[in-house]
């Protein structure tokens, strides 16, 4: 079994930032890849980013250039640094645990209890 805990998130004005964290627990046999999705009102839950233990990392469209996700292996945690927050970026930020393999990444059913982020224009 795979624990996430997430930290981080708040309110925040356009144009500022916000640092997102996920902790994983359990078996680390069950995924080589962590990252974000978020999931606005009355829109479907969507990839921010990912990051391999490898350091491989994938990016939403809307994020990039913007959003820059880390992670520290021996801690088994990864960050989300978010700059230039847009009102559109307003959503809960759910981590996830998963598998990256060939450039793609498959999100298995690990999930954190989400965090919001709102940014206030």
């Known amino acids: 079994q795979v624990q996430l805990v997430e930290s981080g998130g708040g309110l925040v004005q356009t144009g500022g930032s916000l640092r997102l964290s996920c902790a994983a627990s359990?078996?680390?046999?069950?995924?080589?890849?962590m990252g974000w999705y978020r999931q606005a009102p009355g829109k479907q839950r969507e990839l921010v980013a990912v990051?391999?233990?490898?350091?491989?990392?994938l990016y939403g469209d809307s994020v990039k250039d913007r959003f820059t996700i880390s992670r520290d292996n021996a801690k088994n945690t990864v960050y989300l640094q978010m700059n230039s927050l847009k009102a559109e970026d307003t959503a809960v930020y759910y981590c996830?645990?998963?598998?990256?393999?060939?450039?793609?990444?498959?999100?298995?059913?690990?999930w954190g209890q989400g965090t919001q982020v709102t940014v206030s224009s």
């Open positions: 990051i391999s233990s490898g350091g491989s990392t």
């Open positions: 996830n645990a998963g598998f990256m393999t060939d450039g793609r990444y498959y999100g298995r059913d690990y």
């Open positions: 359990g078996s680390s046999l069950s995924f080589n890849a």
